[in-house]
């Protein structure tokens, strides 16, 4: 029985954490885009390597879901396959379009409209960054705890 | 590389009714019918299917600037601002549209591109082995090689800086590659043979690199495409002059189109090149028409490579 109710408190308590982590995983998403956008406009500015370059640089040692959009972008660039890019599920509808109008727009100008065009973009995601980032300290930790709780609860119910 | 540059509808119709090695420029014009130059002859491509001529959109010429671009137009404006595109393999593209203009007069880009002219350079080994025994004979000569357009002058250039590269004496060689088309340097990278002794400043002026690449470089020949000014003509004089052999190109179809241009008149009445190889596309691409000495006299007359 005290095994049992263990395992409650530990299902809820990671249940909690598996909620959390989404909110975190969301800030760092778009922590990655404003860092993104701070990587092309500074290509933008000096070297002008082109695109698909500089994506990749960006996810050298990356694992996230950052990476994987990254990633998929830039396999539809190198194919040429009309194929989606990768985004993930918090990602709400509006940032949604947000993020694939900016990918797509990517390159398709001269220096001075690119850079203006990251420049907006990037004050876009850090809106963003901040919005999910708030959510997350303020809301990230009570999840942990209230499922903890809920799973205490459940256990002492049982016992 | 077609294959990558060109939307799949028109690489799978050029590339089954036409042998690809033999295609020398493909001309994607809006709303009118896909051109190609194969073996030298022009023609309209069809569609496999309908067998109706295949008309472009302006969504196919996006698609090949992108792709030659590999997206990132930002970094070929200044390339599209004097009016082509270097890509992968030495490919051309010719662009045409409407330019925006700075405040100055310069061409800030060219949007609405309506017209573009694909132009897939072809390696012929040797083809400049007749010039070679009378430009580097008893040291390398300055020599001027005049042709008109699609008459061979790049690939000729890059086959003479190849075998000079290959001479037993070490020839110090200083690539002028203004429009990227001779070695096709992209990401940093040469990606045709100019031979072994050869250094590359691509996309500079020639102003540049006849003054500031004689300085820092000290090569033995420079090698340079297409004299367009008088600008241009001082700069090849003034290297002549201290020492350094020039080899260059210039679109003209004779010796006396080139005197009838000024900056030719100018190297041809200074005794500029020791040197001057007209050719020609009489019997394709590269037709030696003749060789002269500085002082116009013929030394060698017609035949091919």
Redesign the interface.
Known sequence: MVVLCGAIVFLCGYIGYLFSSRLKDHAEYFKEMVNLCSKLSLNLSFLQNKLPVVLETSITNHKGDYAKTISSFCEKLNTGVNCGVFLPEYITDNERKTIETFLHGLGKNDAETEQQNVCNYKAVFQNCFEQANTKYAKNGRSIIKISGCVGLAIAILIF | MLS?LLP?NIYEAVSSAFNLQNVYELRLRENKPLAINFGGKMYFVKNIKTSQNIICSSKDIEYVL??A???????V?NQICQGFLTCDGGIRIGVAGEHILTSSGET??IKNISSINIRIPHEIKNCAHTALTFIANGGIKSALILAPPGAGKTTFLRDLANSIGQMSKVVNILICDERYEIANSA?GKISLGVGQTADVISGATKKYVFEQGIRTLKPDLIICDEIMNEEDACAIIKAIRSGVSVIATAHSGSIVDAKSRSDLKMLLDQKAFERIIVLSSRNGPGTYEAIYNASLEIVYKSGEF
């Open positions: 990558r799949p992108l792709s671009s590999e997206n990132s137009l930002y970094a404006n800030k880009t990401n």
